[in-house]
């Protein structure tokens, strides 16, 4: 017998799927996940799909377990975007990575917790049990009349499979985990969909490692069919894909696990590459939750439905579990406010000096928890110039530094003419934006409309100046770089820090830059960097923040707002955690006591007036508490996402203390 089921799971999410029952007492209780291209009718057999040989969890259940079959978001694009606001074509899955990932969280998350919950209910029918771990409700599910208490067994295909992987590895319920079409794909996680991506994942697992935690209990890992799936970013979504890894590649994930334990129970099963969960995987994954049954043979024809009037819908079950998630991202973001009041909970506000001090906590883990921590570098700077070109004003240079090995930094040095011999002038680091160039900010036969060479410009009042090059350029080559960091536990601002550092440090040997008075200035992608790199560099003794500055949180997780990267071809922008920890004004906070001044414009599409004018207000209140109200201020001028040049300039030449033009 087969039931339409859902559970709760918390708050307004909850878990759907089918549930069979045999008709005798069951002999064990399974969850089967199919991969997320599945709908649970397919995999049962109700609706076409799926071939009769590869609905795993019917066979389950014709042997005698009462099977669970959970319904997975599929990684189709008809429920993208907001009517009304935006419209997009990259995957649900994606969306949901994007909001989650910023909040602390990832799909694969939501989907484990619906596993678990659904763990729950069937411990709560067993003999003598409480209601389970959770808080759940189960009344849409029909109660077990069990005496003794089944053994619990997960096995997944594909999606399935690896939220299986990570099920048992997790909750130590799960007697027997079966791994199908999944297991040997976890060293390249950063080539697969994006909404596998978590932060800092491969530091500390791979397919061995899961396998490992999920002993003494029982593993069986199948080679056989693997899911393939291309992923483009023709529509702006993250490429990725899915693939079956080699034989090698299987095996030594495997030969790793018996390394560790070499009597344990793992079971590597190696049918025709077109199986799917075959009839040896499953005998053998049968056997360690219920050795006295035999499993049937497989049947030679789908199962004949008497009454499919109730026959749940699998797009409309779909688009109800997508926006359920949705929402609860939604939700969290609205509380992330309160919920940084709560982690800054330990910070000292009583006084600039006790600020500082403990401020200094936040500084690391924004450095360790956010941004990333690379090895610090490993070599001299080594620095190359050579000559660009010279104005009547000022002379360019090229300059390259070694960093680390295979990390160098690189930028243009604009020197004004007629320094003294023994005179320190500030300096004012100008850095571009997105798929920007230094020659953008610091050339003067460039006019580009964002920038008007505002580097060149600010030579030419007397400040000497260098633009560095970011690695936000190459539109995928970036992101992609970005995504190979994240589960190392880095970002691509572990890697511009590191640049900065070794910069500034070298700026303050040069005999005609004054090493106390080195400012930063930089414009969206730019703007981004001057609320997290000066923070932690501390012989930037300024900063400008231009057409970035906002309601961060809100510009990457709101499902309404038309301002949000949400429905953008940016999936860079959402990092780990942020949304609970920082955003742009506690950011600022870590500037403190430097000075800080946002630029901003009216006709900046980055985000409304509104959004920014709230977070600098929060960022005006702090300095002004503490007694510095006159190191921060903010230009509103009326134009659009560009240098405006006026406000902040006067800025620079009053707290870099040198003379503005007659």
Known sequence: ????????????????????????????DVIAVPDCEWSPEQAVGLLPGVEVEHQFPRQLAEAGCRVLVPALIDRGNRFGGNPGVRQ?????????????????????????????AAADWFESTHTGKAA???DHDATAMPQSNAQNDPPIGIIGYGEGGLLALLAGAIDNRFTAVGV?????????????????????????FGDAELGAMILPRALCVEFGKYPEVALTDEYGGAPGSLWRPSREQFDTELRRIQSWSPSSKVFACYPPANSICSTETMRVFLA???PNVDLKERPGQAPTLIDSASLPDPATRTLRQYLEILEDTQHLMREAEYTRRDFWKHCDFRGSDPFQRSAEEYRSFLRTNVIGVLAAPNRPPNPRSRFLFETNN??????????????????????????????????VVCQHGLEGRPRDVADPRIDNPAYHAFAWRLAERGFVTFAPQNPYIGRTRFRQLLRKSQPLGLTLWSYILRQHEVITDWLATLDFVDPDRIGFYGLSYGGKTALRIPPLV?????????????????KNVSARAQYSYLWTPEYDMPEWNLANTFNHAELAWLIFPRPFMVERGHKDGVAPDEWVAYEFARVRRHYVSL???GRTEIEFFNGPHTINGVGTFDFLHRHLRWPGPD
């Open 538 to 554: 501390p012989r930037y003794c300024l900063s400008i923040c231009s057409a970035d500055f906002n309601e961060w949180v809100w």
């Open 88 to 116: 997009t074509k990259h995957s649900q899955r994606e969306t949901l990575w994007r909001a989650s990932y910023e909040l602390g969280r990832t799909p694969l998350g939501y989907e484990l917790q619906k596993i678990f």
């Open 1 to 28: 017998v087969v039931h339409a089921v859902s559970w709760t799971v918390f708050r307004g999410v909850h878990g759907e799927g089918l549930l069979l029952l045999p008709d005798k007492e069951p002999v064990a």
């Open 394 to 427: 000022c002379r360019s240079y090229e300059v390259m530094l070694d960093v680390c090995d295979d990390v160098f930094a690189y930028g243009i040095l604009v020197v004004p003419k007629g320094i003294k011999s023994g005179e320190r002038r500030p300096l």
């Open 627 to 629: 007694g510095f109200g």
């Open 180 to 204: 199908c079409g999944a297991f040997g794909l976890y060293s390249r996680l950063p080539e697969q969909p994006i909404d596998r991506n978590a932060w800092s994942f491969l530091e500390r």
């Open 288 to 290: 360690q939750l219920a």
């Open 132 to 134: 389970g771990r959770r």
